[in-house]
């Protein structure tokens, strides 16, 4: 199917609004869940996607991303506040609050998986387009989730680290979350020359989509 490229960011917009909205609503949801209503005060915990897009990194950098052909599709909303003090068993409970929205992301490539099944040529809703965005789906759920694994701070895997270590480490390591963006930038800057990123993404990529093959028989 010869798409276009606008064609293909409009196929393309849907899958991002969702995972990047359903994602931060899904740690605002929990952190109410345990004790924190920072985010549901704010009016965050809502699934009205205006309420979480970022102009750069849920419109702009996925957009020219697609554009320049990138292997990764990714993106970012406006970072759903949590007040980690105000949980009921902070370090404990850190790690369902973070491991919340990588949780709802697998979900939905999931249901991504299943919609990609049925819009296939032969499948009960046969579309070109449908088994695009689909697909897209799939990707973007799967990337995003892998990519906030990554166990380096202020990503979705590095708050559950810290929620695993022992007090004393998981403080000395909370201390480099200040340079974790500059550590991701970089990763994401170098990855087609070192393939650094590819490599720590792998086993997580290929696990779900081992689990997800087996849910959905693709």
């Not at 957009?63 to 980690?84: D, E, H, Q, R």
């Not at 009921?88 to 490539?109: C, E, I, S, T, Y």
């Not at 480490?169 to 550590?183: D, F």
Request: proline share 7%; aromatic share 8%.
């Amino acid at each position: 199917m010869d798409v276009s490229p606008l064609a293909t960011i409009a196929l393309y917009a849907v899958p991002v609004v969702l995972a990047i909205t359903l994602h931060e609503a899904a740690h605002g949801y929990v952190a109410r869940m345990f004790g924190d209503q920072t985010a549901w005060m704010l009016g965050r915990v809502t699934l009205n996607p205006i309420k979480h897009i970022d102009p750069v990194g849920t419109v702009a950098v996925p957009a020219i991303l697609l554009l320049v052909g990138s292997p990764f599709i990714f993106g970012w909303a406006k970072p759903v506040p949590v007040n980690f003090g105000n949980l009921r068993n902070p370090k404990q409970d850190m790690l369902w609050v973070a491991g919340a929205g990588p949780f709802v992301n697998f979900l939905m490539a999931i249901v991504w998986a299943l919609l990609l099944k049925d819009s296939a040529p032969d499948g009960a809703f046969a579309s070109d387009g449908l088994h695009l965005m689909a697909s897209a789906g799939v990707q973007i759920n799967l990337m995003l989730m892998a990519l906030n694994l990554l166990p380096i701070l202020p990503l979705d895997g590095g708050r559950i680290l810290v929620s695993l270590l022992p007090h004393k480490l998981a403080v000395s390591y909370a201390a480099t979350e200040r340079y974790g963006l500059l550590i991701v930038i970089g990763l994401l800057m170098l990855n087609h020359q070192l393939g650094v990123l590819d490599a720590l993404m792998r086993p997580i990529l290929q696990a779900a989509e081992y689990v997800i093959s087996g849910i959905v028989g693709l």
